[in-house]
């Protein structure tokens, strides 16, 4: 598709500066997707197993790997309770979200009360960890074990980087064991979309094969 071939809609800027910190979520959500959950665990002082998902999550790199999360505050502005368990160098599991367990993942949602753990409470099926103290989802069909490395915050903004330490995946999720290859489709994984209460599925997908500077000459000639 050649420069000219581009649509020219009209355009509007946002000064977020200028803006409410509700309409910049309802923005930056609206055009930042999808957006992957992670369904996070972790241990409360007491042993029970909290559970909450995010959206405010991705993968920052593979050496080592890295995830990064942000569990926003209550609206008393207290920290919810899975920023108040991952103390520095804490263990927590991200468990990533099937379409069957969507309704499940929403219900962990809920603003259970400071100290009730979300996984007994719903009688969420757990796993122990391998690497670490945190169970995963025994349903998700993968799972990263993780430690915490650094909490950066940025105003009322709280961002959680943790170094993978190890990863449980359905077995028929492996096309190659040995090369590391993932069938990725058959874990139907669903995304967050828009703000509240959107979400999509990783069904239809499409392959671009990236093209090397060689091609890329051969075909301008």
């Keep these: 598709m050649t420069p000219a071939a581009f649509p020219s809609p009209e355009f509007r800027h946002f ?33 029970h197993v909290n559970l909450a998902p995010y ?8 050496d080592p790997a890295v995830v990064a999360f942000a569990p926003g505050d209550r609206a008393d502005g207290t920290p919810k309770d899975t920023a108040l368990n991952i103390a520095p160098g804490g263990e927590f599991t991200v468990n990533l979200v099937s379409a069957d367990l969507a309704p499940l993942m929403n219900a962990t949602a809920t603003d259970f ?39 950066v915050q940025i105003g009322r903004t709280r961002v959680i980087l943790g170094e993978v ?8 999720a492996l096309l190659d064991e040995q090369k590391r290859h993932v069938d990725t489709a058959v874990l139907d994984l669903i995304g967050r979309m828009g703000g ?3 979400y999509t599925l990783t069904r239809d997908t ?14 301008k000639e």
């Design 15 to 47: 000064d977020f500066a200028a803006l409410s910190a509700a309409d910049r979520y309802k923005l930056v959500t609206g055009v930042i997707v999808p957006r992957p959950i992670a369904w996070v665990g972790t241990l409360g002082a007491d042993g």
């Design 55 to 62: 959206s405010f999550f991705g993968l920052m790199g593979s």
């Design 113 to 151: 009360p400071h100290g009730m753990g979300e996984a007994q409470t719903l009688g969420v099926p757990l796993a122990p960890g391998v690497k670490v103290r945190v169970p995963r989802v025994a349903a998700s069909p993968a799972a990263l074990e993780c430690r915490e490395v650094q909490t």
């Design 165 to 172: 330490l190890g990863l449980t995946l359905r077995a028929d």
């Design 196 to 198: 509240r209460g959107t």
């Design 206 to 219: 499409f392959t671009i094969d990236r093209v090397s500077y060689a091609q890329w000459q051969a075909g």
